[in-house]
């Protein structure tokens, strides 16, 4: 069921806030009656993150948070949609001004997308996801999640930006030293 929900549902509309609080709040019933099932654990923080996205959908004054929640939920794309979860974490970060985590995850977002037309994850550099939670082991949609237009979008602003001497290709770290993941 969480699957089918992750695979489906909007991760940023705030239509779709209904839905990932509902799944929550059934997954944290679960995870309660079941506290040693590290699976429901990690659904329901999925869901979670999802309710928090999605929530902040629409709210100038929260799209912060929204990002943050965006960028965590790139922790999940075991059971996300994987170009979706690295677009919209992308998308997210450029509306903010983090445009260096913007770069990053945009660029996963085409690779991806490139990994999709071949129908295969070999050629995926991870590299830049080395000292993070975001886990390499992806499935691949049967399409791609994001409009054509939206993806040309993405393309133009990572080439774009690619030229710029101000934005480098890293993560965000924190005080450790460690991928801030913020949420």
Known sequence: ?????FLTESFSSLTAYKTW???????????????????????????????V?????GHKQLFE?????????LRYTNYLVPDKAFFEAGIACRAIGWNNMAFVFL???????????DGSTDMLDHSDFSDTDIPYDIVLPEDYSITEDDREEAK?????????????????????G???DHC
């Open 107 to 117: 660029n996963r977002f085409l690779d991806i997308c490139d990994a999709i037309e």
């Open 178 to 180: 460690c991928y801030e």
């Open 1 to 5: 069921m969480c699957n089918d929900l």
């Open 21 to 51: 609080s509902a799944l929550r709040d059934v997954l944290a019933a679960l995870s309660e009656k079941l506290p040693q099932n590290k699976e429901f654990s990690s659904l329901l923080r999925c869901a979670h993150l999802l309710s």
């Open 53 to 57: 996205r999605t929530s902040s959908a």
């Open 156 to 176: 133009e602003w990572v080439l774009a930006v690619s030229m710029d001497q101000r934005v480098q290709q890293v993560l965000n770290t924190d005080e450790r």
């Open 65 to 73: 948070i929204g990002a943050k929640a965006a960028v965590s939920l």
